[in-house]
């Protein structure tokens, strides 16, 4: 009988911390540091969950507007003075990438598969990985350029705070000519060049992953799951 509850307890204890992993290890987008950062496990990088803190943080950076909005210059001394800080306590974080491909510039813009235009292929930047394959959001032209798609937009923000429905500065300025900057639209989808002097919103990342530990709700439900197991064990035995 001893042996039968032993058992019982294992399998019992077995199953809620199997639970447990399914909570953390199946999402590709995991809140950590209290919900102050999202790492994202596909690209193993860490976003700001916050898309908008330089709406009420600007470490000291002039030129940042009351929303928040910031030129592409003003956006990478924001950066620095963040690092400066060693904000969270990390000092490598970064304007997200985007990497140009196929034919230099964006002579390739398209409505599918290049590094420019709606659609594009989201390996050539983390802001369009995020919008895309993470959030699973829409473009306002479909493949095959056929406008407006059904449900297109920014309909989901997952977990961040402040996801503006705008465009976003990316990290590279536009090697055909500097006075350009990329950037992604959070609107509609699209990743392009435009002026550095314009004033975009700016969503900071970093390289790697923030150790993520279990929101305390999550661990409540799930220990008290594992005691109504265990307790029902034991009233099962108790019957025989």
Known sequence: MKNKTTMLLFTAIAL??????????????????GGQVVNDTDHNITWLANANLA???????????????????TAGLWIAAMNIANYLGY??????????TDTPGC????FSGTDCGFNVNTATGELAHLFYDELGNKSFYNAS????QSGWGLTNTGPFSNL???????????????DFAWYFSMTNGVQHVTNNYHNLFALAVRPGQVAAVPEPATTWLLG????????????????R
Request: aromatic share 12%; glycine share 10%.
């Open 107 to 110: 002579s390739d813009f398209a």
């Open 164 to 178: 503006q429905s705008t465009n976003y500065w990316s990290g590279p300025e536009y090697a055909q000519n500097t």
């Open 224 to 239: 008290l799951g594992l005691l109504g197991m265990v307790g029902a064990a034991r009233r099962r035995l108790a019957l």
């Open 55 to 73: 709406d009420t943080q600007n470490f000291g950076v002039s030129g940042i507007n009351a929303n928040g909005t910031m030129n592409w210059n």
């Open 91 to 100: 000092n490598d974080w970064r304007l997200p990438t985007v990497t140009d």
């Open 16 to 33: 809620s911390a199997g639970l447990l992993f399914a909570t953390t290890a199946n999402a590709s987008l995991v809140f950590a540091l």
């Open 145 to 148: 350029g056929i406008w407006p």
